[in-house]
């Protein structure tokens, strides 16, 4: 009794030994488990999607198509087309940017519907000088046709006028007058010399008296004084009058821009405000001279610029745009209007020959790009 229970103590003994290296060894196969886990990535669950869309589903996908070639032909047709949209889409929306002002237009200047002559009209007849420019009224006497020492031609009186020959004393006073698009060149009955601009018009007597060689300007001139110290030049033009000795100078005097303004190019000439004695200034080459109210002012003048007109060209050096096409209609006889009204003032250089029709010095400005001008009937448009 006493060997069978030993044997069976020495059994359970050897089965709790057991036991001990069964559970010895499920711990350090855990831990065995536990340290390969720190060494293998968390699974790529995208990778393994994607991994079993390429096995499974694969063959159910289509291979993109290779996009098809345009040929040649076909391209540049639609490049044309599309150039075309777009040269249409920006002649559309050109105004829309190149007018920011679409209220009621300014007209700077208006159409007038005139013959084109060049007219001396003394009162007690009118004689038409279209057919010459230059012409010289030195010789009281004239008979066509000849010409007087400055080559200038003196042309004769239609039928039935006494303009150049004297007359009645009531016709002791000229007006020459030029339309638009037209100048010409005159002497006075002093020698002096008068290239008249475009609608211009100068009043001057049949012949000057002993005192003062006095003169009416409307519109734009450039003198050559002839010298005579006895018998000051005098020339009147709206609020300015202007006394010179013998000496070259550009006079502007339009009514449409308000202002009267002297430019000296040789000698000395006084501007005076007309009708406030004593009150004149005295300005040298190079300068020119405006009024303002009862006062003078002076500032320095670019003649070069001023004088241009003289010798067929528009010629605008920082000028607003307003004023250069004010000389292109009155030059060629068309309107102004600006609906675009920030353009009038924008600076600009510009020149042109006034040889040129009108298309093409609307061709110089849209070069720009800062504004679109249009001829339109008898207008010129700014948008």
């Given at each position: 009794m006493k060997d069978q229970n030993r044997i069976t103590g020495s059994s359970a003994g050897n089965r709790m030994a057991a036991g001990e290296e069964e559970e010895n060894a499920r711990l350090e196969l855990l831990l065995k488990m536990a340290g390969k886990r720190k060494d293998v990535s968390t699974p790529d669950v995208d990778a393994a999607w994607e991994d079993f869309r390429a096995r499974h589903v694969g063959g159910m996908r289509r291979e993109p198509r290779e996009p098809r070639r345009m040929r040649p032909w076909v391209a540049a047709l639609w490049g044309a087309a599309a150039m075309w949209c777009a040269v249409m889409l920006y002649e559309w929306m050109e105004p829309l940017w190149l007018n920011p002002d679409s209220g009621d237009p300014f007209v700077a200047l208006r159409y007038e519907q005139a013959p084109r002559r060049v007219v001396l009209d003394n009162g007690g007849g009118k004689v038409d000088f279209s057919q010459v420019d230059s012409f010289s009224f030195v010789s009281h006497a004239a008979r066509a046709p000849r010409r007087n020492a400055a080559g200038a031609a003196v042309p004769e009186p239609v039928a039935g006028s006494d303009t150049l020959r004297g007359g009645a004393a009531s016709m002791d006073l000229r007006k020459l007058s030029t339309p638009r698009g037209m100048e010409v060149k005159v002497i006075l009955p002093d020698g002096s010399e008068v290239r008249l601009n475009a609608e211009s018009t100068?009043?001057?007597?049949?012949?000057?008296?002993?005192?003062?060689?006095?003169?009416?300007?409307?519109?734009?001139?450039?003198?050559?004084?002839?010298?005579?110290?006895?018998?000051?030049?005098?020339?009147?033009?709206?609020?300015?009058?202007?006394?010179?000795?013998?000496?070259?100078?550009?006079?502007?005097?339009?009514?449409?821009?308000?202002?009267?303004?002297?430019?000296?190019?040789?000698?000395?000439?006084?501007?005076?405000?007309?009708?406030?004695?004593?009150?004149?200034?005295?300005?040298?080459?190079?300068?020119?001279?405006?009024?303002?109210?009862?006062?003078?002012?002076?500032?320095?003048?670019?003649?070069?610029?001023?004088?241009?007109?003289?010798?067929?060209?528009?010629?605008?050096?920082?000028?607003?745009?307003?004023?250069?096409?004010?000389?292109?209609?009155?030059?060629?006889?068309?309107?102004?209007?600006?609906?675009?009204?920030?353009?009038?003032?924008?600076?600009?250089?510009?020149?042109?020959?006034?040889?040129?029709?009108?298309?093409?010095?609307?061709?110089?400005?849209?070069?720009?790009?800062?504004?679109?001008?249009?001829?339109?009937?008898?207008?010129i448009v700014v948008y």
């Open positions: 100068i009043e001057f007597p049949k012949a000057f008296g002993s005192g003062e060689r006095r003169v009416a300007l409307h519109g734009e001139a450039f003198f050559k004084v002839s010298h005579d110290e006895a018998h000051p030049f005098v020339v009147t033009a709206d609020n300015m009058e202007i006394r010179v000795h013998g000496t070259e100078f550009n006079l502007r005097n339009y009514a449409e821009e308000g202002t009267s303004c002297v430019s000296l190019v040789k000698g000395s000439v006084e501007v005076a405000v007309c009708g406030e004695e004593g009150k004149s200034v005295m300005i040298e080459p190079g300068e020119k001279a405006w009024c303002e109210g009862s006062e003078v002012k002076v500032a320095e003048e670019d003649i070069y610029v001023v004088t241009q007109w003289v010798h067929g060209l528009f010629y605008f050096d920082g000028e607003p745009l307003l004023e250069v096409l004010q000389e292109l209609g009155r030059w060629y006889n068309y309107g102004v209007v600006f609906y675009n009204k920030e353009a009038m003032a924008y600076a600009m250089h510009f020149s042109a020959s006034r040889e040129e029709s009108l298309e093409e010095a609307v061709g110089h400005l849209n070069r720009l790009r800062k504004f679109r001008v249009e001829i339109e009937g008898q207008d």
